[in-house]
């Protein structure tokens, strides 16, 4: 109402350093009247949020915080244990539970940004510059000035068609609609961390060759070089030497394999992650959620690293170079035993 003005403050237990502090800052608004516009105001002093219930899990911790950066610890011991339950139980209709095939159809539904910038042919392969070359093209037609510049210039034409309004309005909507398309694709692809996290949602064949399948020296090139070729856009150090053919020296093979045994991926998880930071009440709730992401990224780290780590050894175990190298290198042990004796 006009008569109540409500201030609403988090509640603080008794031990907190800081209560007295809170006290007298509702109470003087309580009891203070307020001069503006020559009227008293009512003040009630009313709890807000549940980030309260959260930090009261902590009382019997000694808490060191500041009046205006409310920086709460980090609890360890029981108090971690008793703050991760209170956070399952409470927190848990906050969870976004996903398959990987769930997260997959989800993103056949979502606007490809390299397609928006017509950068199709080449897609997460774009360079920074083909992705500012490609938005200044577009915001030649596209962007918003342009477009009211033209619309100016055929204002006399659709007077002289006779054209109307509405259709006019239509085509503007299209355009306005289209234009922050390119923009929302722009300012993802320009930003490195923004389109790390882009590229690594979009749809990826995971799929490797099996032990069921039949590899031998005729098909193996053509079986593993897609696979190995399809992985390498992940890879943080640049360029990912090539699978080649049989004709490659046994040198060139042993830097093949020792590079995709030390592989390093930047691929990012986060688009598994079940809890939306934005929707943490409380520091002590965005931590416990940054926690439960962070556990679920390296899970699925750790089966990145497994399914590479098949993938090299399936094919050392089938690379026709590799064999004829080893069976090389026992002939040439075999003929020093001989010639000792």
Not at 18 to 44: D, H, L, M, V
Not at 110 to 126: P, R, S, T
Not at 306 to 327: F, G, Q, W, Y
């Amino acid at each position: 109402s006009k008569d109540v003005g409500v201030i609403q403050i988090e509640l603080v237990p008794r031990e907190h350093p800081q209560a007295e502090k809170y006290f007298q800052f509702g109470k003087a608004y309580q009891a203070s009247p307020c001069t503006f516009r020559k009227s008293n105001i009512k003040w009630k002093i009313e709890t807000a949020g549940r980030a309260f219930d959260s930090y009261y899990a902590f009382k019997e911790q000694q808490i060191k915080t500041d009046f205006e950066d409310e920086k709460q610890p980090t609890p360890k011991g029981e108090d971690a244990e008793r703050a991760e339950k209170l956070f399952s139980g409470q927190w848990a209709n906050k969870r976004k539970k996903m398959s990987k095939e769930e997260r997959a159809e989800q993103s056949l539904f979502k606007d490809n940004f390299y397609e928006v910038l017509g950068l199709e042919a080449v897609g997460i392969h774009a360079s920074d510059g083909d992705i500012k070359s490609a938005y200044r093209k577009l915001a030649t037609h596209y962007h918003p000035d342009k477009m009211h510049d033209e619309a100016s210039e055929g204002k006399i034409e659709a007077e002289k068609s006779h054209s109307t309004g509405k259709e006019k309005k239509e085509v503007d909507k299209v355009s306005h609609e289209i234009w922050m398309k390119i923009q929302k694709a722009y300012d993802i692809l320009s930003d490195p961390a923004s389109r790390k996290q882009y590229d690594s949602s979009l749809p990826f064949d995971n799929s490797i060759p099996s032990d069921s399948e039949e590899i031998n020296d005729d098909n193996f090139y053509e079986t593993f070089d897609p696979v190995f070729t399809r992985n390498a856009q992940f890879s943080k150090a640049q360029p990912v030497p090539f699978l080649s053919s049989k004709n490659c020296p046994i040198e060139g093979v042993e830097k093949f394999y020792n590079f995709w045994d030390n592989f390093q991926s930047w691929r990012d998880f986060s688009m598994y992650d079940e809890y939306d930071l934005r929707e943490a009440e409380s520091r002590q709730e965005k931590r416990l959620m940054e926690k439960e992401n962070k556990k679920l990224r390296e899970k699925f780290m750790k089966e990145e690293r497994a399914r590479i780590n098949k993938l090299v050894s399936l094919a050392k175990t089938h690379d026709p170079r590799v064999r004829a190298e080893m069976e090389k290198r026992q002939i040439a042990l075999e003929k020093k035993k001989l010639e000792k004796q």
